[in-house]
Nanobody
């Protein structure tokens, strides 16, 4: 099973991006999926998680700006990112938590 993250890009401060994480088949159904990010020279950090029942949790830096959601029919988990700041610049990864499977990252660059 592979996860594919997409939707990254370059935006100016205050802009928005919507990341997608897609898996083959119904791999996400009922599972917890997380988004993480790794900025240059820093350790990978957790951003948000959505449980199988739709319960969400966010890192402090994401609260009020990012929204994680899921569409199990499409085996896709989204991360809507608004009010982006240069500090959000990083490679963003999705992860199937129970099986500890990581997708390839997608680059997000926010310029001031």
């Amino acid at each position: 099973v592979q996860l594919q993250a997409s939707g990254g890009g370059s935006v100016q401060s205050g802009g928005s991006l919507r990341l997608s994480c897609t898996a083959s088949g119904s791999f996400f159904s009922g599972s917890s999926v997380g988004w993480y990010r790794q900025a240059p020279g820093k350790q990978r950090e957790w951003v948000a998680t959505i449980g199988g029942g739709g319960i969400t949790n966010y890192a402090t830096s994401a609260v009020g700006r990012f929204t994680i959601s899921r569409d199990d029919a499409k085996s896709t988990v989204f991360l809507q990112m608004d009010s982006l700041e240069p500090e959000d610049t990083a490679v963003y990864y999705c992860r199937h938590i129970q099986f500890n499977i990581w997708g390839k990252g997608t680059q997000v660059t926010v310029s001031s």
